[in-house]
T-cell receptor, first 114, second 114 residues
Framework: DSGVTQTPKHLITATGQRVTLRCSPR?????VYWYQQSLDQGLQFLIQ???????AKGNILERFSAQQFPDLHSELNLSSLELGDSALYFC?????????????FGPGTRLTVL | GESVGLHLPTLSVQEGDNSIINCAYS??????FIWYKQESGKGPQFIID?????DKRQGQRVTVLLNKTVKHLSLQIAATQPGDSAVYFC?????????????FGAGTRLTVKP
């Protein structure tokens, strides 16, 4: 158990819908990262927050957005969902903002878009 | 385009043998490399990292070798155990402090036979 929690574990929705994935980092970690893992694209970095502020941006679509709240939990919002958005979404956290710090991954949320 | 890739998608070894998992990268500007282990149904787990100013780094039963001349990274696991069965990913970044360009390889599935 990494100490990072993600909810929900599974999510099934329809195309065009909007969903919110939630992540609680390890106690004391200030930085949160979001990743997408799909069969055809593999694991991809989406976005990073540090202490409430966006720190780094990867291959995140404009339909997707995220935020980190004062209590340091984070949410990833996915809108206008398409079939290709079906994937595992992982959240990771690290104590500090530098990407080189070890990142601890949560168990993931499996999103299925029908 | 530039990419991170793995030579072998699957690797099967006998328990007690040493395992070697390979990774090729094409971005000569990559400065920082990480190996992750992902067990079935779980998120990736950090194993070991290495910076481009090093060519070898050792951990507990694991060694990472970096050959910048041929842009090749390998993970060696000594005395492989059944618990080592998982998918192993390499990841590269342009800078240890910047997650913006973090990219992952496709992954190699390691199976340990008893």
């Amino acid at each position: 158990d990494s100490g990072v929690t993600q909810t929900p574990k599974h999510l099934i929705t329809a195309t065009g819908q909007r969903v919110t994935l939630r992540c609680s980092p390890r106690s004391g970690d200030l930085s949160v990262y979001w990743y997408q893992q799909s069969l055809d694209q593999g694991l991809q970095f989406l976005i990073q927050y540090y202490n409430g502020e966006e720190r780094a941006k990867g291959n995140i679509l404009e339909r997707f957005s995220a935020q980190q709240f004062p209590d340091l939990h984070s949410e990833l919002n996915l809108s206008s969902l398409e079939l290709g958005d079906s994937a595992l979404y992982f959240c990771a956290s690290s104590p500090r903002g530098g990407a080189g710090n070890e990142q601890f991954f949560g168990p993931g949320t499996r999103l299925t878009v029908l | 385009g530039e990419s991170v890739g793995l030579h072998l998608p699957t690797l099967s070894v006998q328990e007690g043998d040493n395992s070697i998992i390979n990774c090729a990268y094409s971005n000569s500007a990559s400065d920082y490399f990480i190996w992750y282990k992902q067990e079935s149904g779980k998120g990736p787990q950090f194993i070991i990292d290495i910076r481009s100013n090093m060519d070898k780094r050792q951990g507990q039963r694991v060694t990472v070798l970096l050959n910048k001349t041929v842009k090749h990274l390998s993970l060696q696991i000594a005395a492989t155990q059944p618990g080592d069965s998982a998918v192993y990913f390499c990841a590269e970044m342009g800078s240890r402090s910047n997650n913006n360009d973090m990219r992952f390889g496709a992954g190699t599935r390691l199976t340990v036979k008893p």
